[in-house]
């Protein structure tokens, strides 16, 4: 059974870092695209960050995070990480990891397959 756990989360001040982990089993990690997504209290989910397989030659960001935020993946360790700096207000929100087994070009939640159960990030003023 896969299972995908996030940690890092965490409250922070406007301006901060923080660093998020996501951990699979009984995945074949290498062989996945991987992504970042949020959900935020009364908003859909959407995406944060993606990367494709094996070693992560594409990435992509959403134009909100591009420049504060770094995806990352370990396939050794099967575990995807998300370095966030510069946090905003706007940045607090639930934070899930997901992988999807075929790539559909697009960073979006309806094309992932497995999901973490979140990790929550608030950012204070």
């Known amino acids: 059974q896969v299972q995908m756990v996030e940690s890092g989360g965490g409250l922070v001040q406007a301006g901060g870092s923080l660093r998020l982990s996501c951990t699979a089993s009984a995945l074949s990690f290498d062989a996945y695209d991987m992504g970042w997504f949020r959900q935020a209290p009364g908003k859909a989910r959407a995406g944060v960050s993606c990367m494709s397989h094996p070693i992560g030659k594409i990435t992509h960001y959403a134009d909100s995070v591009k420049g504060r935020f770094t995806i990352s993946r370990d396939n050794a360790k099967n575990t995807l990480a998300l370095e966030m700096n510069g946090l905003k207000e706007e940045d607090t929100a639930m934070y899930y990891c997901?992988?999807?087994?075929?790539?559909?070009?697009?960073?979006?939640?309806?094309?992932?397959?497995?999901w973490g159960q979140g990790t929550q990030v608030t950012v204070s003023s």
């Open positions: 997901a992988a999807r087994s075929r790539n559909s070009g697009e960073c979006r939640p309806a094309d992932f397959n497995y």
